[in-house]
């Protein structure tokens, strides 16, 4: 069983930038796609960027579209959202998480990911 286990977030000022990482063990993780996803306060965890397995296809919540990049090294077993131009309703936990099935492209959907990590926070001061 993979273990996802995203590195620590913060807090930064709006159109401030900030990295996240995910680093896996246990799992075969350079043969799976990931995603990350965020849960504001009093909200749905909500999708924000996919990388396919091979990491040449990315897709992009609208909301962030432009402003965040996901990438992933699979020599290093780990995925990254890198954050720019950050706004206060960035502001949220952040979790990353791996499709189950191998070889698999990026999806938008919460339930085709089967593996989480625990979340971490990323609060955007105005």
């Known amino acids: 069983q993979v273990q996802l286990a995203e590195s620590r977030g913060g807090l930064v000022q709006a159109g401030g930038s900030l990295r996240l990482s995910c680093a896996a063990s246990g799992g075969a993780f350079s043969l799976h796609a990931m995603g990350w996803f965020r849960q504001a306060p009093g909200k749905e965890r909500e999708f924000v960027a996919a990388i396919s397995w091979s990491g040449t296809s990315t897709i992009y919540a609208d909301s962030v579209k432009g402003r965040f990049t996901i990438s992933r090294d699979n020599a290093k077993n780990t995925v990254y959202l890198q954050m720019n131009s950050l706004k206060p309703e960035d502001t949220a936990v952040y979790y990353c998480?791996?499709?189950?099935?191998?070889?698999?492209?990026?999806?938008?959907?919460?339930?085709?990911?089967?593996?989480w990590g625990q979340g971490t926070q990323v609060t955007v001061s105005s």
């Open positions: 998480a791996q499709r189950p099935r191998a070889f698999t492209g990026p999806t938008m959907m919460e339930s085709d990911f089967g593996s």
